[in-house]
Structure formats: C-alpha cells, structure tokens
C-alpha cells in the first residue's frame, strides 16, 4: 500500500489519471498483475484500474509510514 | 429498413425555446455509471443512434416515454470522467451542454447519473456539470445495491451541497423513477429560477481541486461507500488467475466461435435458402421480363446476400454484449493485451479482431471500447484481413477443385485442411504486418496510455442485452443495406446492358475482357475478371457468378462448376484467386460500416486500395511461385 505523490506524465495524460482517482494523497493497493506479468491491476479510490508498467512508473508513489 | 419504431420519427424543435421551459433533456455520467441502462429505462425502444458531425461519437437520442414525457427529447451524452477536453468524448459533451453542436438542440436541463457505490470519485463530474448553471437533477444510481451492502449518504445534506435535487434510483431496477418525472414537471413551469451561482464550486480544470472538493462533500454528507462486491475480486482471483485465467479466457473464445459456427451457420443458411425460395415465389408472380429479373436478380438476391450473415452477425452482437454488460470485456482486454501490444495494439482490440473471424463488421462496430482514437483505427483497418465466413464458399470450391486430399498426417490432416488453415494464417500475418506498419507510421501512438478498469461484474440484463442486438442489427441494415441496395442495381445493369445480351457480352462482360490483360500475370481469364467484379458487393458472389458463366448451377452441379474451373485455370491461377481473396476488401458492407465509424470516406478509400493493392501483389507473387515450383 503507498500514496500517491506526483504524476510525472503530459498534463493531458495526468489529468485524465487523476480524474479516475490517481490524485495526490490518495491511497493506492496492488491488486494483482494480469496473467503475462502486465499491465497491473490497482485499487484506488474503490475502482480497479489496470495500468501498464511504462504508465505506473511515471506514478511516484510514497510508501504508507509506521503507525500512519 | 422497416421495424417496429421508424414509424416514430424525432422532431427536433424548431421554434424559439423559451426560458424557463424544458424540450430537451441532456443524460450525463461517467462510464460504468449506469447511464445507458437508464437511456434505456427512460427511452425504450423509441431511440435514434447517428453519429455527431464531424465526429466519431455515437448519439443517441429518444423520446422520455419511459416516465411518460414523450413530449421531451433526452439526449445521452458519452461517458466521461470530467468535462476538461481530454478526449473526443469530453468535447461532444461539452459542445452540446453549451448548445453548440449542430443539429442537436441545446438542452434545458442535465440529469446527472453517478454510481453511488464510488460517489467520491464520481462528484469530480458533478463540479465541471454543475458549473453549467443548468437546471440539473443528481441521479444516486444503485442505490438498492449501496444500502444492501451497508453504505449511506444524507442525500438532503447532498443537495443542500450541490444547491440541486438528488434522487436515489436503480437503473437496473427502475426504482425511483417517478423523481425524474417530477423533476422535469415543476421545471417545465416557468419562473423556476436557476441554480443560482451560489455555490461553491471547484478551481475548473485543476483536478486535483476537484477532487479536495468532492472528499469536502462526501465528509459532509456522511458518505459511507459500501463494501466492495466480495464477488467481482473473488471471481477475479479465478478469472484472472495466472494459470486458469487464459484457460478459461480460451474456452470462452471457443464457446463463443462453437456457437456462432454450429449455431449461426445452419441459422444462416437457413435464412438464405428461405429468402431465395422467396425470391423465387415472387418473382414467378412478376412474371418474366426486365422488371422481374431487376427485382429479384438484382435488388432481392443482392439484399439477401446480406441479409443471410444477419443471424452471424446478431448472434455475435449478442456475445460481445454478454461480455461487456458482465464486465468480462475488461478482463479479457488486461489478459490480451501483452499479446496486442508486441503488434502496436492494445489488450481492447483483441475481442473485435477476434469476432472480425466470423464477420468485419460486429467487430469494427465492437471497437468503440477501444478510447485511443488511433489505436481504434488501426483496429479498424486490420480486421477484414481476418478470415470472415463470407470467404469460406470460394476457399471451400477452389480447394475441392484443385487440392487432392492428400493425407499429411494420418487421415485429419490432410492437404485440403493445410491450405485452408494456411489462408488463415495469411489473413493473420498480412492483419498483424498491417498493424505494425499503421502503428509506426500514420497512426503512431500518441502520448495517451493504456487505462483499463475493472468494473464489478454484473448480471447482464435480457432486456438491456436485446436492446443492444436490435440497435447494432439496425445500424447495420441501414447503414450497409443502403450502400448494397445500389451497388447490387448497378452491377445488375452493367450486367444487363445492353439488353438481351448474355453475361460476356455486357457491360461488366467487357470490362471482364478488358481487364484481362491486368489479371492475366495472376492466371486469371476473363470469366474470373467478371466474378472479381460482381464480388465487390459481397464476396461470396463470385460463386454464382462463376457458375452463371460457367453455365453450371452451383448448388446443384457443384462438381460440374469444379471440372470446368480445373479446365480452365492452372494450379497457380487457382491458388492465386484464394490468396487474392484472403487480402482484397471485397465486401461493401465492411466498407460501408467502416465509413461510419471512422467518419469520412478517407478510411475505407484507404483500406479498399491498400488491400486491393496487397492482393494483387500477394496473387502474382502465388501464381508465379506455383508455376515455377511444379514446371
């Protein structure tokens, strides 16, 4: 589990991920990898959303801290 | 197209609205909300689809007779996630809630459906709709299902926010309609003030002050989002296990292709023989003459000869329906796609190539699943090179007439199956090299990436299921009914004109003999000339025609048609006729369909000549090959 902290894509591109819930702050859970190891299937925000490896990395992400 | 609903035309209002009274009503939501089970809820069967001008977003547009309004026009706005012009989408909606897009009426009021079981993210579309200062009804849609699974929110606290009404209903259901009925009653009476701008609305485009805005607005209304269908991610572990998931993915392919083969064939076929005695039937009432052979000859027999892929192509229609409507779709795309993405495409397309198998044209209209406008088309363009069943009646005769059943290995395999399954192989290789050569040069992939998600699955619904078969059957009729009409009428003239004159000495006769030396390098004669040129409406044609001039009934003297073909032709001419059929865009329907949903004539002019062209090359390459190897 880890939060997400910036999107470092196209403004375009950033904004459609962030209006299907990749915002900053929000909470972000592995789910489970498609069965070719790829795309990545993730919970946020109570949707399931499948992104490619090239498209989550540019998803910086800060892990959930102790006690938090 | 005759049914049941053409009776019933939309009016679009002409006269001068006037404030404060509502004609016409705008649907709005983001994908997965519910919205088109509501349009159908709202509409029934009384819906026109069109494309928008300009654009290659499906309008669809129906009278409210669903709450009794048929007064009122609602229009359903494609599904989008927030009103900043990312996508296609996003501007169709924005245009037309502003009353700019032409031939569509400015609306007087916005339903707004957002699915309750996920309001947080969902209130991100109220912020960019509520803005508009329309007169806007918040549908909660799936209500029943929040409360079972324990999840609430103060809907009056909700309003109170958002300064409009807030209905809960369940599209799937019905239930609590009577609120939009309402709702458009006391606006419909003038002085009804506007929302006013009052409210506290969002930084517009920043997205991330949306989403502040929405979590403000969920806290405050006590938003409790339910508990997650243990269903779906139980159903999930399974269906997209790292093992079972392409198991099951490949028996659901193999169920769906089982049945549209041994099911939709025979129902095809059927249908074909029932039309044709038809036909037959009529025409001896119209006697003989020009008129009789005009009508049956021409329009009947070149209507029926789309007409009999109807059952394929709804029974198809109906899969590709189950799929989506249960939510399989998706995660058939997210097994797919490491696949589709070594070819430029992505996990989307591979359902529409897969069903383009069976017919090109429920696969080029299943591709509006696929946002990515470029990788759409390039879907779009490679699907006909798919072995459809419209080919298998000349594979079937130039293989019985030319290939000896020579066992390969053991008696179920032989030569006649190794042909057949190299043709479709072909198809592939030349749909896959295709993709590729698109996605690296004039439809290179933008910046937009992959986003796929995951809905919950569904039950999906008979009548939701049959409203989408009826609707793309209609789609189809009219759109490649029309084109076929008169390219059958025209090629019935050129094949009568002038009068009393046998098939080689009209028109298309001529052209057959005037184009010969162009096929010729392929071993093909003049009489072949003449069934490329009548297969242009539909490629399984070229059969009949082949046996007009070869003066054999096909059905009956099926043998005799492939003793004068062996006569006539060598090996390679032979072999070059399937390899040009595997390529050539010979189907006008395709055309047709591809026409509509790429929007412009430029696609399918595009794809005609670029398959034309790849079939000739691949024919002569074929007949010189064969020619030199068994000489």
Same mark, same amino acid.
């Given at each position: 589990m880890s939060f997400v902290d910036t999107l470092d894509l196209p403004d375009e591109v950033g904004h459609h991920l962030m209006h299907m819930g990749f915002v900053p702050d929000a909470r972000v859970v592995v789910i489970r990898r498609a069965p070719a190891g790829d795309p990545t299937v993730y919970a946020v925000d109570g949707f399931e959303i499948a992104l490619r490896r090239e498209t989550a990395q540019s998803i910086k992400v800060r892990p959930v801290e102790e006690g938090s | 197209m005759s049914n049941c609903c053409s009776t019933e035309t939309l009016e679009i209002p002409i006269e001068p609205r006037t404030p404060g009274k509502i004609r016409t009503v705008a649907l709005v939501g983001p994908p997965n909300s519910g919205k088109s089970t509501l349009f159908n809820r709202l509409t029934g069967l009384r819906q026109k689809v069109a494309n928008y001008p300009g654009v290659t977003v499906e309008q669809h547009v129906g009278k409210l007779s669903g709450i009794g309004r048929s007064d009122l026009m609602l229009i359903d706005l494609p599904g989008i996630y927030s009103l900043d012009s990312y996508s296609e989408d996003a501007r169709v909606a924005v245009d037309v809630l502003h009353g700019r897009m032409p031939g569509t009426p400015e609306p007087d009021a916005v339903l707004l459906v957002l699915d309750s079981l996920h309001l947080n993210r969902q209130l991100m579309l109220a912020a960019s709709i509520l803005s508009l200062h329309l007169p806007t009804l918040i549908l909660l849609n799936m209500s029943d299902l929040m409360e079972t699974r324990g999840g609430e929110v103060d809907t009056l606290v909700l309003a109170q926010e958002l300064g409009a009404p807030v209905a809960k209903i369940s599209a799937s259901r019905g239930t609590g309609l009577d609120a939009i009925a309402h709702f458009l009653d006391r606006k419909s009476e003038p002085d009804v003030p506007r929302n006013t701008g009052r409210l506290e609305l969002p930084v517009v485009g920043n997205a991330r002050s949306y989403r502040q805005w929405a979590t403000g607005i969920s806290t405050r209304t006590k938003? +409790? $989002?339910? %508990? !997650?269908?243990?269903? &779906?991610? +139980?159903?999930?572990?399974?269906? %997209?296990?790292?093992?079972?998931?392409?198991?099951?993915?490949? $028996?659901? /392919?193999?169920? /769906?292709?089982?049945?549209?083969? #041994?099911?939709?064939?025979?129902?095809?076929?059927?249908?074909?023989?029932?039309?044709? !005695? $038809? *036909?037959? +039937?009529?025409? &001896?009432? %119209? *006697?003989?003459?020009?008129?009789? #052979? %005009?009508?049956?000859?021409?329009?009947? +027999?070149?209507? $029926?000869? /789309?007409?009999?892929?109807?059952?394929?192509?709804?029974?198809?229609?109906?899969?590709? *329906?189950?799929?989506?409507?249960?939510?399989y779709l998706a995660r058939a795309a997210l097994i797919a796609d490491r696949v589709m993405r070594s070819i430029g495409l992505n996990g989307k397309a591979f359902i529409p190539l897969l069903s383009a198998y069976a017919c090109a044209v429920p696969a080029i209209m299943a591709t509006r699943t696929i946002e990515n406008k470029r990788d759409r088309f390039a879907t779009i363009l490679v699907a006909p090179f798919m072995t459809c069943s419209a080919r298998l009646p000349i594979y079937l005769l130039m293989i019985a007439a030319f290939v000896p059943n020579k066992p390969i290995i053991g008696d179920f395999f032989g030569m006649r199956a190794a042909v057949m399954l190299s043709l479709y192989l072909l198809g592939f290789l030349a749909a896959l090299a295709t993709a590729r050569l698109l996605k690296s040069s004039i439809l290179k992939t933008s910046s937009a990436p992959f986003i796929l998600e995951l809905p919950q699955y569904r039950l999906p619904t008979l009548r939701s299921l049959s409203l989408r078969v009826f609707d793309r059957g209609k789609v189809f009729l009219k759109q490649a009914g029309t084109i076929i009409l008169s390219v059958t009428v025209v090629l019935w003239i050129l094949s009568h004109v002038p009068f009393h004159s046998s098939l080689p000495e009209s028109v298309i006769g001529r052209i057959g003999h005037w184009i010969e030396p162009v096929i010729r390098p392929l071993g093909f004669n003049w009489k072949i000339g003449i069934g490329l040129l009548s297969s242009i409406a539909a490629r399984e044609v070229i059969v009949g025609t082949l046996g007009t001039l070869y003066g054999a009934d096909p059905a009956t003297h099926s043998l005799g048609l492939q003793a004068a073909l062996r006569h006539d032709l060598t090996l390679g001419g032979a072999m070059a006729l399937v390899v040009f059929f595997a390529f050539a865009m010979q189907c006008t329907s395709t055309l047709a369909i591809v026409r509509r949903e790429t929007n412009s004539w430029k696609w399918p002019a595009l794809q005609f000549a670029y398959m034309s062209a790849l079939a000739y090359v691949a024919a002569l390459a074929t007949n010189l090959l064969i020619t030199h190897l068994f000489l």
């Open positions: - | 938003y +409790k $989002a339910p %508990l !997650s269908s243990e269903w &779906t991610r +139980k159903l999930d572990r399974l269906l %997209l296990h790292r093992i079972f998931g392409p198991f099951l993915f490949l $028996a659901v /392919v193999i169920t /769906v292709f089982q049945v549209v083969f #041994s099911i939709g064939q025979p129902l095809s076929d059927g249908f074909g023989d029932l039309l044709n !005695s $038809a *036909g037959d +039937k009529i025409g &001896t009432f %119209l *006697g003989h003459g020009w008129i009789e #052979s %005009l009508l049956i000859d021409g329009v009947w +027999k070149g209507v $029926a000869s /789309v007409l009999v892929f109807l059952p394929q192509i709804l029974l198809l229609f109906l899969f590709i *329906g189950i799929l989506e409507d249960s939510g």
